[in-house]
């Protein structure tokens, strides 16, 4: 089992930054894709970024030019560093891992519990 543990949400004024942070810890396991998503009350669950074992990344249209994503693979630990924030990005914001375990073929996807990002205007 992986264990994925979000931190760093809170509140912050329109044009504020926060850095996010998701620590992987548990299992054997060989961690690929890492991403954010993120909930706001009443709508669907969202991609925000993803970034690869080999640091390839995507962005949603809405956070491009203001969010960036990172990770350190010697600490299994990923970041998302959000600037210029708006009202509309608050929300849950949810880590997500996939891999494998090592000598298994089959893919797993872990998620984190949340961390709260709230934006006032």
């Known amino acids: 089992q992986v264990h994925l543990g979000e931190s760093g949400g809170g509140l912050v004024q329109a044009g504020g930054s926060l850095r996010l942070s998701c620590a992987a810890s548990?299992?054997?396991?060989?961690?690929?894709?890492l991403g954010w998503y993120r909930q706001a009350p009443g709508k669907q669950r969202e991609l925000v970024a993803t970034?690869?074992?080999?640091?390839?990344?995507n962005y949603a249209d809405s956070v491009k030019g203001r969010f960036t994503i990172s990770r350190d693979n010697a600490k299994n630990t990923m970041y998302l560093q959000m600037n210029s924030l708006k009202p509309e990005d608050t929300a849950v914001y949810y880590c997500n891992a996939d891999g494998y375990y090592v000598g298994q073929p089959t893919l797993y996807i872990y998620w984190g519990r949340g961390t709260q990002v709230t934006v006032s205007s």
């Open positions: 548990g299992s054997i396991f060989i961690i690929g894709t």
């Open positions: 970034i690869t074992s080999g640091g390839n990344t």
